[in-house]
């Protein structure tokens, strides 16, 4: 059995975390022992961190709508077309158009930085977060 040391991704408290691995499968999750913010201890959510990491309904790749139909694409034809979407709206609306989601399972550091590109490349204030401490 691996451990790996990583940050729990269920809330912004970003504690660290040991997923177990076993014949190149997640199976379980720990808590650092030093870790400044988690000390030894993770919430029943850091306990079964590692259950959506091979769930079958779990996206693993971008999907872009062609033809009505969800079709698998390269990581950089969804990032383009996002980027040239996001750039078409902001231009025709000011902004006013975009709203952001931030998630709960992003780092404290992550939503920051997603915030600050919200307000500064994209031009609105139309940001909110869905963590619920």
């Given at each position: 059995?691996?451990?790996?040391?990583t940050?729990?991704?269920?809330?912004?408290?970003?504690?660290?975390?040991?997923?177990?691995?076993?014949?190149?499968?997640?199976?379980?999750?720990?808590?650092?022992?030093?870790?400044?913010?988690?000390?030894n201890?993770?919430c029943?959510?850091?306990?079964?961190?590692?259950?959506?990491?091979?769930?079958?309904?779990?996206?693993?790749?971008?999907?872009?709508?062609?033809?009505?139909?969800?079709?698998?694409?390269s990581?950089?034809?969804?990032?383009?077309?996002?980027?040239?979407e996001?750039?078409?709206?902001?231009?025709?609306s000011?902004?006013?158009?975009i709203g952001?989601?931030?998630?709960?399972?992003?780092?404290n550091?992550?939503?920051?930085?997603?915030?600050?590109?919200?307000?500064?490349?994209?031009?609105?204030?139309?940001?909110?977060?869905?963590?619920?401490?």
């Open positions: 059995m691996e451990h790996i040391l940050t729990c991704v269920y809330c912004g408290c970003g504690c660290g975390v040991y997923l177990q691995i076993e014949n190149d499968r997640v199976t379980g999750s720990l808590p650092s022992r030093n870790h400044p913010v988690s000390r201890n993770l029943v959510k850091g306990w079964q961190l590692h259950d959506f990491i091979h769930h079958p309904d779990r996206l693993t790749e971008p999907l872009l709508r062609k033809n009505g139909k969800l079709t698998p694409v990581w950089d034809e969804a990032l383009d077309f996002t980027a040239r996001l750039t078409r709206i902001r231009d025709t000011g902004g006013k158009g952001v989601l931030s998630s709960a399972k992003c780092t550091e992550e939503n920051f930085l997603l915030q600050k590109f919200t307000r500064a490349v994209l031009k609105t204030n139309n940001i909110d977060h869905c963590a619920r401490l």
